[in-house]
């Protein structure tokens, strides 16, 4: 593997979470929580004979006057009275060692992060991990959070969410949060007509806002969740014939790899998810163009993926229950797998109704659901570069499988900040050399406003790097955009002046 490093998972997932002692925090907030509990037991018992009459009661809950204020002093006297000040110092004690505990906990993680150490859960602690009831946890919270609010609790719980995320509520249709009937509604907001900009130079782009974990060739059918830790792609992607057979042709061709990206989103990020390039229908029966021509929805478990716990739990997508969509694109096979995580058991396609994840009916891990979307009513599904898919229910994680050339080079870094639309990686061919000749020289040629053309080419310029040099057509516009730019080039530099000068001359003459 190449291009990947520690500050892979290092980004800013959550605001005040530095994951770089995810391992620390977790157990901290453990202790902190087993102290509250103990807390709360010790000054139960302390307070057991207090005897609450239901008349008084009543009187302090439902009456004002000042009568009903002496008994409320009376009260509180009493229950002083009857504390046993024994538990108040042995419990600021208690949190005190906890508080200690903590620092030693964050101090040794430090250690294993500098040495490179990766401690790996046993097989028990990844069973026991399993028989958490994250499945049923994840309907509930998905039920809670389309639960309509009152008005007077949307701004406080919505905001008090958008503001710990650092959402952007600026970029969203609807940037009122007093206009969001649920947290759910909140967590699919749409963005605005021209929010992101999708870049058309690349041969692939961000399907999704989020955060690069990790990228890089795959190697021996293995897929790296993080650095020192691998998963079987196989596994990942179930029983996929198309997966198979584009092994096999790499088998026995140098001339193309399989590559792989990971795009963790946050809960603050935008949650649809896009195309990540664009293919077209309109060619020979032969060879088809059209992405996700099928569907595979494998059951499974729906632990956390954030990125600490990615770290520490080998094969963690491979345990998830995730919606794999497969298919080809110009230069072979391409996968796109939403995994669903804790809290995100819900995914969502635009053009199948009828995928439904997160069943609350018992399964069998690993077992899965398939749809050939070729065969499906006779149609195929073709999606255009930037053009929405569907949406998680409050962040997760995007895993992109995909074969390209060789010269394949990923444009962005370990742990870096992405929106969708922007680039991710691309591959050296003839037509992104023309776009780029033709952007540089139209540019220093006819104004700044030609760069443009890069972000948003003209039809023809698009028809010319999807076609190539299939056609005679395509050949002899890839050449013209060639020459053009040259002698565009040429004549606004001067460069051609001399030469121009001298053939005059020689008709003069």
Known sequence: MQLHTEDAISFAGYRHLDIRHD???????????????????????????????????????????RKGVRRLGTAVRSYLGTLRWFSIPASVGFAYVCYQQFWHIKEREERKLKSGELEQPSQWQVALLKKLPTRACSRAWGKFCDLDLPLWLRKPIIGTFSWYFACNIGEAVEEEIINYPSV?????????PGARTICQTSSIVSPADGNIL???????????????ITYSMQTFLGPNQQAASALKKLDSSNNKRLYHCVIYLGPGDYHSFHSPSEWD????????????????????DLFSVHPGIARIITGLFNHNERVVLSGTWKHGFFSFTAVGAYNVGSIKLKFDKDLKT??????????????????????KVSLTRGERMGAFHL?????????????????VQPGQKINYGQPVGSSRQTSDFALEW???????????????????PPSWVQKVMANGFKTPAGVFAICGLHVLPIWLYGLRTGLWLPFMTHHSQLGVA
């Open 358 to 379: 997160n069943r609350a009916e018992s399964y069998i891990p690993g077992s899965f659901d398939e749809l050939d979307y070729v065969n499906n009513n006779g149609k």
């Open 438 to 456: 033709l952007v540089f020289a139209c540019t220093h040629t006819l104004g700044e406003n030609w760069k443009s053309v890069k972000a948003s």
């Open 395 to 411: 962040g997760s994680t995007i895993v992109l499988v995909f074969e390209a050339p060789r010269d394949f080079k990923f444009h």
């Open 184 to 192: 759910g509604a909140f967590f699919r907001r749409q963005l605005k």
């Open 281 to 300: 229908l309109n060619i020979e029966p032969a060879i088809t163009y059209s992405l996700f021509i099928f569907r595979l929805t494998v059951a499974g």
């Open 23 to 65: 391992s620390a925090w977790i157990m901290s907030c453990v202790l902190y929580a087993h102290s509250a509990i103990c807390l709360f037991t010790i000054m139960a018992f302390a307070s057991y004979g207090l005897v609450w009459p239901v008349k008084e009661t009543d009187t302090m809950l439902h009456k004002t006057t």
């Open 214 to 228: 990790h990228f890089g060739v795959i190697e021996n059918e293995m897929i790296e969740q993080v650095k020192g």
